[in-house]
């Protein structure tokens, strides 16, 4: 059974950087054609695709997003990792992230992680 668990801080202050990191468990981040995203849910604008990371390490971006957003990885921990710079009150979100196995702009997913709060305020 694939796990997958977010963590990081609750809080955050704006202009700040947002770092997420999510464990995988029961399979591996670098298993041929899995990619590994993160996604938001805000109240206003629904689930919303952030980026991705692939098997071989290939990264990719939501254009709304690109420019504030870097995301990598740890495969002797069977980690990613999500940072979003200069955050507003705007990217206060629940975080996700979960797996698809189609490509790294796929926007649906076979397993996902709970979920974690994110608040950004001073």
């Known amino acids: 059974q694939v796990q997958l668990q977010e963590s990081g801080p609750g809080l955050v202050k704006p202009s700040q950087t947002l770092s997420l990191t999510c464990t995988v468990s029961?399979?591996?981040?670098?298993?041929?054609?899995?990619?590994w995203s993160w996604i938001r849910q805000t109240p206003g604008k629904g689930l919303e695709w952030m980026g991705a990371?692939?098997?071989?390490?290939?990264?990719c971006y939501s254009p709304s997003l690109k420019s504030r957003t870097s995301i990598s990885r740890d495969t002797s921990k069977n980690q990613f990792t999500l940072q979003l710079s200069s955050v507003t009150p705007e990217d206060t979100a629940v975080y996700y992230c979960?797996?698809?196995?189609?490509?790294?702009?796929?926007?649906?997913?076979?397993?996902w992680g709970q979920g974690t709060q994110v608040t950004v305020s001073s």
């Open positions: 979960a797996r698809n196995r189609v490509a790294c702009d796929f926007r649906a997913y076979d397993y």
């Open positions: 990371i692939g098997y071989g390490g290939v990264t």
């Open positions: 029961g399979d591996s981040i670098t298993t041929n054609y899995y990619y």
